[in-house]
């Protein structure tokens, strides 16, 4: 166990954990290949071990997500936060495959079980092959302590 990433189900009003590797509950997005395709999702971060707290600590697409797996002209970004963000804050805020730090997951003494909220933003240029798109990966960095 340690920090992990969960969607959340609207219908269910429940976290679900997305896939940490195995590809079982993967994240998707749905791209339109005839039009440019712009997917945006809230996506949330928690810490699963009650005995870690976790500091340091960052995300970012993972490299087999922005260069393998991909054509070329995708944009990938996220934005940490609850509100879901701007136009301005996508086009001025954030790089494509840029890393963003996140807030400490806890700290000495106190593992800090909750969910912390932040968004990815997919860009698809016109054009590409479109349909469901299941293979996001996440990287996340932090330095992990012992409660």
């Known amino acids: 166990m340690a920090l992990n990433v969960y969607t959340y189900d609207e219908f269910t009003e429940t976290y679900v954990e997305a896939s940490a590797g195995d590809m079982s509950n993967p994240i998707k ?20 071990n009650s005995s870690k707290y ?39 805020d954030v790089t494509s ?13 106190d593992p800090n079980l909750d969910f912390y909220p932040f968004w990815i933003r997919i860009d698809v240029p016109k054009g590409t092959s479109g349909g469901v798109y299941n293979s996001v990966y996440l990287s996340i960095n932090y330095t992990e302590g012992n409660i």
């Open 29 to 48: 997005t749905v791209h339109d290949p005839l039009e440019q395709s712009t997917v945006i999702k809230k996506l949330f971060l928690r810490n699963d």
């Open 54 to 92: 976790y500091t340091d600590v960052s995300l970012q697409f993972a490299p087999t997500a922005t260069t393998q797996n991909n054509p070329t002209g995708w944009s990938y970004k996220i934005i940490s936060g609850d509100t879901k963000p701007a136009e301005e804050d996508w086009a001025y």
């Open 97 to 109: 495959g840029e890393s963003i730090e996140m807030d400490d997951v806890g700290a000495d003494g």
